[in-house]
Every structure is written in structure tokens, then in C-alpha cells.
């Protein structure tokens, strides 16, 4: 009996554990998704006229494309060494063998937010492409395409 509570334990412990290591990789998209509102639901849409140019809606969408990219070290400190059932895109186990590197990519993007100065869509999108290229930057290297 006490082996059968042993064992159960041990398998609760176990499905807990791949339950936790799933919620990481979905708080990690999460984050890039969040960035991908901002940045391509917003922003991008104004750079290609679908929605009108809007200074402050544009500068509160780069305030809170900023906000997110800040928290790209921490939240991706645990490697969940799984991929979001489903997903799209994964997150290369890389990144867990050159942590500084890929940590070294976050500050070239907060730069080019930082530096993004526009009055119109067509400096808008010059602040796009530089910002887009830095997200480049990491996602060249770390982000893995699974379908
Ligand atoms: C330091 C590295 C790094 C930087 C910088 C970075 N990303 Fe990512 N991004 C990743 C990784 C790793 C993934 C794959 C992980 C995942 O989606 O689960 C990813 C995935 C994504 C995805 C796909 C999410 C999905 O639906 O699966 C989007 C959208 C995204 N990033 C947007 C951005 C934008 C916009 C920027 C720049 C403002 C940016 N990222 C900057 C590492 C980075």
C-alpha cells in the first residue's frame, strides 16, 4: 500500500512538473505575442496606411513594446525544454547554452524604441524597419520555426 502512495506521489510530482515547464513556454509566447500586438498590430498597421497615423496611440504602443522587451531576460531565465503544444514558433535550446548572448539582444531593441522619432507614417516606418531589425537580431539565432 505504501509503495502504491509512493508511486502515486512520484507520478503526481512528475505531471505537476510537465504542467509547470509548459505554463513557462506559454508565459515566454505570451510576452512575444503581447510584443507582436504592439509592434505589428499597431504600429505596422499604421506604417502601411490600414489604420490612420496616430502619434500618441503609436508612442503608447512603443511605451509598451518596451516595457515587454525589458522582461525578455528574466522571463526566459527557466528553459521549459518543451514547446507550446501547437505553436507556431519555439524557443531554441540555444538560447539555455548562450544565455549571455541572447540577453546581449535585448538592448540594441530598446535602443531603436528609444531612438524612434517620427511625425508622419513614413518616418514611422523608418523607426519600424530599425526596431524590426533588431528583433531580427535575436530571433535569427534563437527562435526555432516548427511549422
Ligand atoms: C532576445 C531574443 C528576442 C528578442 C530581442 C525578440 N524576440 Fe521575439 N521571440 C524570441 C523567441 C526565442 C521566440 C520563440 C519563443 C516562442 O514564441 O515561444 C520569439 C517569438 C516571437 C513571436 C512569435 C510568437 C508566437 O505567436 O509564437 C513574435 C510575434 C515575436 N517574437 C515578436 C517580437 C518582436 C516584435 C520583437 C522586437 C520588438 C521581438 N520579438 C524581440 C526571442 C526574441
Redesign the pocket.
Known sequence: MKRVLVAAAVLAAGVSAVAAQQEV??Q??N???S??????GVVLKMVKGETPFDKAAADAALKA?AD??AK??SA?TTNPKE??KD??????QK?WQNKAD?????P??TK??GDAKFTDAASLKVAFDA??A??????D????KLK
Open positions: 513556454a506559454v515566454q509566447q510576452l512575444m505575442k510584443q507582436g500586438k504592439n509592434m505589428y513594446l515587454d522587451v525578455i531576460p526566459f514547446d507550446v505553436a507556431t514558433y519555439g524557443a531554441s538560447i541572447f540577453d546581449s539582444k535585448v540594441p531593441v531603436a524604441i526596431i524590426q533588431k528583433c531580427t537580431g535575436c530571433h539565432d534563437y527562435r526555432v
